[in-house]
Nanobody
Framework: VQLQASGGGLVQPGGSLRLSCAASGSISRFNVMGWYRQAPGRERELVASIPSGGSTNYADSVKGRFTISRDNAKNTVFLQMNSLKPEDTAVYYC??????????WGQGTQVTVSS
């Protein structure tokens, strides 16, 4: 399984970005896709996740600002990030967890929120 993420960049506070991540390979029918982030000096943390057939889950810090969605036919997950804050600056990683529990990670994409 391979994950290819895109969409990061530099944005001013209050701006928006949309991340995409396409998974390829042998993917179980039931799976969970999500986004994590890691800021310098901090541990990787969950941002949002969405199963192939269920409800979404968000970190408290992004609720109301970020929206995760997916296209099951294309095994692609999206993260729409609005009202971005400097504290959202981090490397964002997409993740896929198979029904077996095995996790796969994308290569990471930098998001920088700065004026």
């Amino acid at each position: 399984v391979q994950l290819q993420a895109s969409g990061g960049g530099l944005v001013q506070p209050g701006g928006s970005l949309r991340l995409s991540c396409a998974a390829s390979g042998s993917i179980s029918r039931f799976n969970v896709m999500g986004w994590y982030r890691q800021a310098p000096g901090r541990e990787r943390e969950l941002v949002a996740s969405i199963p192939s057939g269920g409800s979404t889950n968000y970190a408290d810090s992004v609720k109301g600002r970020f929206t995760i969605s997916r296209d099951n036919a294309k095994n692609t997950v999206f993260l729409q990030m609005n009202s971005l804050k400097p504290e959202d600056t981090a490397v964002y990683y997409c993740m896929l967890r198979q029904a077996s529990g095995t996790r796969y990670w994308g290569q990471g994409t930098q998001v920088t929120v700065s004026s």
